[in-house]
């Protein structure tokens, strides 16, 4: 199984180390645009929650969008002041740009960001950060919008909140449930890929991000949130979301003509468990047996048509016997092609005589329960026949998928040829070569029922 890392892709995901040397762990960020009155309460609250609840080694950067404020003198203070605290300068605004400059500098393995004003409980960040630490998740969340959270807003705010990921999940095909919360983090080796893909500076930075990390197939983690909304909010609603608007036709159409390089994004095979097949189970059984299902249950359905219109005119055994012949040769068709793969001509009168051997099977079993029936309650209502008719027909369901996995379908598996020949054979003195159809198991070119085991680049 390949394991390690192919070409620029993302590595596999690990346990973050407890001290990192020379590091911290976890770098907090708090974009600001003059909070001259709540930056300094606000960060010396987090600074205390960090202390005595957090087990691992932690930065706080205060990240100033252009401040025109005592803000910068404020964070200079903070930065002197405190150990853990340190502030950085920008000279333009918007919050994207604003991460995006700390992330990029930050030393730390994961990085995480809340707005100022604290409105998320606290409390949530050892869980937002943890399955980052442990190598469980790529991103993290926090979700206003999740059936145990808490949350205390105005009727405005929260049905653009809940307009806004309609719109994500119509559009975009999102399937995370809050974008704009103000509570976020990201392993650092995903920030490092991700970040130059996302082109947004503002607000809509944050979705983009999101979005774009879900279509790779990174694993986003959400966490419930108490929320409280800031009543001095400055965020002007109706600007941001046409900006966010805008954002989201521009991703859009980026992800629609293939203009991202997600690839670069992927985990390496192995490191998630959907990449590793169940052990001692045979290459494509899953599949097969996925296949098998689907057209079962629709044929059981048609089955179940067929003899209800019969019953009437020929009686349970006749019914049963009429409508399972039409439902197994369909049945046949549907699984030769759809579950096995066999396509083109070639074999088919065969297959489907094989396959009315296994529908006698099916016959035996189903008017063997009828007859059972009769003889045991001597007229059973129509419902009770259907009832013991979708028992039988389970039975014969698994015995069906053997037969026509072992006999009617089976796998050839072609030894590899010595060598391969010098020169291509000259048609002119060669002899023609009965070639079966590609799809057949039984023409010596299908490759699909040969192990084609992963291996290393």
């Known amino acids: 199984m390949r394991t390690e ?6 590595p596999a995901r690990e346990h973050l180390p407890a001290r990192a040397a020379g ?42 969008n252009a401040s025109t404020d005592a803000t910068p003198a404020v964070a200079a203070g903070l930065d002197a002041g405190l150990p853990e605290v340190r502030s950085l300068r920008l000279e333009e605004k918007g919050r994207g740009r604003a991460l995006r400059a700390v992330w990029s500098r930050s030393d730390a393995p994961v990085l995480a960001y809340m707005d100022v004003d604290l409105s998320t409980d606290l409390n949530a960040l050892l869980p937002l950060v943890a399955p980052l630490i442990s190598g469980h998740s790529d991103l993290a969340i926090g979700s206003r919008l999740a059936r145990s959270s808490r949350v205390v807003r105005g009727p405005k705010r929260e049905f653009v909140s809940r307009a806004y990921n309609v719109i994500l999940k119509s559009s975009l095909s999102a399937r995370f449930s809050d974008a704009q919360c103000g509570f976020k983090a990201v392993r650092r080796d995903v920030a490092e890929r991700l970040l130059p893909m996302v082109e947004d500076t503002g607000w809509f930075f944050d979705t ?48 629609a003509v293939g203009a991202l390089p997600l690839d670069r994004l992927a985990r390496p095979f192995g490191d998630d468990p959907r990449d590793r097949g169940p052990a001692e189970v045979p290459r494509g059984l899953v599949r097969q047996v996925a296949g098998f299902c689907v057209v079962g249950v629709v044929s059981t359905l048609f089955y179940l ?42 074999r088919a009168v065969r297959h489907q005589l094989q396959g009315l051997v296994v529908f006698a099977v099916g016959l035996a079993l189903t008017s063997g329960s009828l007859a059972a029936l009769d003889t045991a309650t001597g007229s059973a209502s129509h419902t009770t026949e259907l009832a013991v008719l979708i028992a039988a027909n389970l039975a014969a369901t698994v015995l069906r998928f053997l037969l026509l996995r072992a006999w009617v379908f089976p796998e050839r598996r072609i030894p590899a040829p010595a060598a391969a020949p010098l020169t291509a054979p000259d048609s002119r003195t060669d002899p023609p070569t009965d070639r079966a159809d590609p799809g057949d198991p039984g023409d010596p070119t299908d490759m699909t029922g040969m192990n084609d085991e992963r291996t290393t680049r």
């Not at 990174?218 to 609603?237: A, K, M, N």
């Not at 109706?238 to 805008?246: Q, S, W």
């Not at 049963?320 to 049945?331: M, R």
Request: with cysteine; charged share 25%; glycine share 6%.
């Open 208 to 255: 983009e991000m999101l979005v774009l990390a879900e279509r790779a197939g990174l694993r986003i983690h959400e966490v419930p949130v108490d929320w409280v909304d800031d009543p001095d909010s400055r965020v002007h609603i109706v600007r941001t979301a046409a900006e966010d608007l805008k954002g989201v036709w521009r991703l859009g159409r980026a992800l």
């Open 305 to 346: 048509l067929l003899y209800s219109l019969f019953r009437p005119g020929l009686g349970a055994q006749g019914a049963n016997a009429a409508a399972l012949l039409v439902s197994a040769v369909a049945n046949t068709a549907a699984n030769r092609r759809l579950t096995f793969g066999v396509r083109g001509r070639r």
């Open 5 to 10: 890392t192919p070409g620029d892709a993302l």
């Open 23 to 64: 590091a911290p762990v976890l770098d907090v960020t708090i974009p600001v645009y003059n909070e001259e009155q709540d930056l300094a309460p606000c960060v010396r609250r987090l600074h205390d929650h960090l202390t005595r609840t957090f087990p691992y080694a932690f930065r706080i950067t205060i990240a100033d």
